[in-house]
């Protein structure tokens, strides 16, 4: 569902503490101005929505959808490596386990922050 994400997430944690990044659709600040499209399924009811921000850092990662979804994760150093610490999904102020929704890229970096 959202394993291209936690590939994401392992750049993240591989690149250094000082690694962060956001794309942000919203604000304009995005040099080609289109936001990726995606898929989202919930509860057997898909929408088609635009990623309206995407950010990643060493300890976290959480992406927007226009339709009001959210995702995010936090992770936490364990042995010497990171781990999930938590996940989930959120949308209009209701939590569910980030498994209950799944994500189909139309465009690439649909479903990751980029």
Known sequence: MFR???AAAAFALVAG???A???NYRDG???DGIAPRATLCFQGKCETAKLMIGCGGLYSQNLEWSNGWRVDYTFKEE???FV???SYA???GKRYPVDALTCTPIDKW???SG
């Open 4 to 6: 291209q994400l936690i």
């Open 17 to 19: 503490t000082a690694w």
């Open 79 to 81: 042995a010497g490596e």
């Open 29 to 31: 600040n995005m040099s």
């Open 21 to 23: 990044a956001c794309s």
């Open 90 to 92: 959120t949308v209009h």
């Open 84 to 86: 999930v610490d938590d």
């Open 110 to 112: 649909g479903c990751v």
